[in-house]
């Protein structure tokens, strides 16, 4: 397939500003990008492609009789290949069909090989700016063309415009590989401290997760303060092992991905702080990402097709939500708990049971030796006609049931309690969801979140929604507790998509999913 040169979308700017921030010491924001390419007159930009992969793009704008040659990159690993040329040849027609009669630039001194390229268009070195690049002191070289409509420089034009149409039908297939973003990923929302590295947002490279549950186990739940020091002690010694599973160093990484909310205030404070010193110190772009975003994000990871629109549920310790997922980075938040979230609401009736911390995974075994129909809990808001959860009164029904047994001197079956309480959690949010996905008519259902590993509710979802033509995505069961490699991978996203995590951004303890939060603009 033959390199082509378009016009720029707005879909383009997450490509453009990936070559952008690694083309020049100071470069354009997504705003300016997006100003230009919503201009209504006066502008032109383009993009060259190959394969549906953005590979450079080039932009001028058109002040009187000159047009200005305002922006214009490849990519490093597609230079030499006359993609440059390409480019340029399509901004000179582009540039007379709008009634220029000159082509203007400036251009680095040290440029060279631009230099080159421009004097092969008809340029000419007309005088230089000292210090106009102010970050590095440099001078510019300004270059004017002769003018474009006499008939000697359409020549030109003309050749050069032949020579740039051979080059992009004799461009070779390249393979993205290692053009691809490298990203390292930070979490550390709760009480793991994780670090990931990964390519492209699916290759990835290590991944690496220093727990703290044997430290909470003696409380019975996580302790925030307790969490808030484990991560300062094990945030350097995680990373580092990251970056050497993978071989990597920070000069070979694109952006650095942590989280910044939702999660215990404290715990996320120690992952910003350390993500935006590794930032400043390294230079390298910051991303955040939201945790939720990152639960569903570890789906591709078992299905490399999942794509929206989608039904998410994320269930988790401190999470129960039924998200729609019209298009990746856009959430609508259907439904959520009103009180306990799922594995919240395991724990402490695992607490009670004297089980210890944490009491999912426990209260989950016994339930596959116990009867599920043994003990008849409420199914609360089953029938709410809503998208809503509410556990607080399934487990408060489950403790009374248990103080009851205790004080009558009945030795309570704990296989048929674990298994009836697990029935009813279950079949709440298998209906309620199955209910969304009929009615929003989406073809993929996304189980995300630490109770994604609860094997009855893995299988309940699939037999209930495959029988509904749905298909169901479930990570595998490493990805489905905290960890970096989502968080890698959603930061990849946003990172392709030119967002940042300004310096000044804080952690948000109650960061909303379906939030527009400004400081992850750029």
């Known amino acids: 397939m033959s390199a082509v040169v378009r016009d720029m979308t707005p879909a383009d700017i997450g490509a453009v500003l990936t070559i952008e921030n690694k083309s020049f010491p100071s470069p354009w924001s997504r705003l300016m990008f997006e100003q230009e390419v919503y201009a209504e007159s006066g502008r032109a930009w383009l993009v060259v492609e190959h394969d549906g992969v953005v590979l450079g793009y080039g932009g001028l704008a058109l002040l009187d009789e000159a047009a200005h040659v305002m922006n214009l990159a490849v990519r490093a690993d597609c230079r030499h290949r006359g993609l440059g040329r390409a480019l340029l040849a399509h ?45 590095t002191g440099e ?51 709760c009480d793991e401290t994780a670090a990931a ?14 727990s703290q549950v044997d430290f909470h186990a003696r409380f019975g739940g996580v302790v925030p303060e307790i969490a808030s020091r484990k991560h300062t002690e094990a945030i350097v010694a995680v990373v580092q092992e990251a970056m050497e599973e993978a071989g990597a160093t920070f000069g070979d990484l694109d952006a650095i991905a942590v989280t910044h909310g939702p ?129 607080s009164g399934l487990k408060t029904a489950v403790i009374n049931h248990i103080r009851h047994e205790r004080e009558a001197g009945r030795e309570i079956h704990v296989p048929d309690l674990a298994a009836s309480f697990q029935q009813a959690v279950i079949d709440v949010q298998v209906t309620k969801a199955t209910r969304a996905a009929k009615e929003l008519g989406v073809q993929w259902f996304c189980l995300a979140g630490g ?3 609860n094997k009855l509710l893995r299988e309940s979802l699939h037999e209930t929604l495959s029988a509904e033509g749905v298909r169901v995505s479930v990570p595998p069961l490493d990805l489905c507790t905290d960890n970096a490699a989502m968080i890698a991978a959603a930061g990849t996203w946003r990172f392709l998509r030119g967002e940042r995590l300004y310096l000044d951004a804080e952690a948000v303890a109650d960061l909303r ?10």
């Open 197 to 210: 590295v990964m390519r492209g947002g699916t290759e990835l490279l290590s991944s690496v997760i220093a």
């Open 91 to 135: 901004l000179a027609r582009r540039a007379r069909g709008m009634g220029a009669r000159h082509l203007t630039l400036e251009v680095r001194e040290r440029n060279r090989s631009a230099m080159a390229l421009y004097e092969a268009a008809g340029l000419k070195t007309v005088g230089v700016r000292p210090g106009y690049y102010s970050e």
């Open 513 to 522: 999913l379906d939030a527009d939060d400004a400081s992850l603009k750029t």
């Open 451 to 453: 109770v994604a590993a």
């Open 139 to 189: 001078h510019a070289v300004v270059m004017w063309s002769d003018d474009i409509t006499h008939p000697g420089e359409e020549a030109r034009l003309e050749e050069l415009w032949n020579r740039a149409e051979l080059d992009l039908e004799a461009y070779p297939d390249v393979a993205t590989g290692h053009s691809a973003p490298l990203v390292l990923g930070i979490e550390t929302s």
């Open 263 to 391: 999660g215990l205030i404290g715990a996320l404070v120690v992952g910003v702080a350390y993500a935006k010193g590794l930032s400043l110190a390294t230079g390298l772009p910051l991303v955040g990402v939201n945790h939720l975003e990152g639960h569903i994000f570890a789906n591709p990871f078992a299905n490399d097709d999942v794509t929206p629109p989608l039904v998410a549920l994320v269930v988790s310790g401190g999470h129960t939500s039924l998200v729609h997922v019209p298009e990746w980075g856009v959430y609508h938040t259907l439904g959520e708990t009103l009180d306990d979230a799922a594995g919240e609401a395991f724990d402490k009736v695992a607490k009670v049971l004297g089980l210890g911390y944490p009491g999912g995974p426990v209260l989950s075994s016994l339930a596959e030796e116990g009867d599920p129909a043994a003990i008849d809990f409420p199914r609360a808001m089953l029938r709410s006609g809503d998208y809503a959860f509410s556990l």
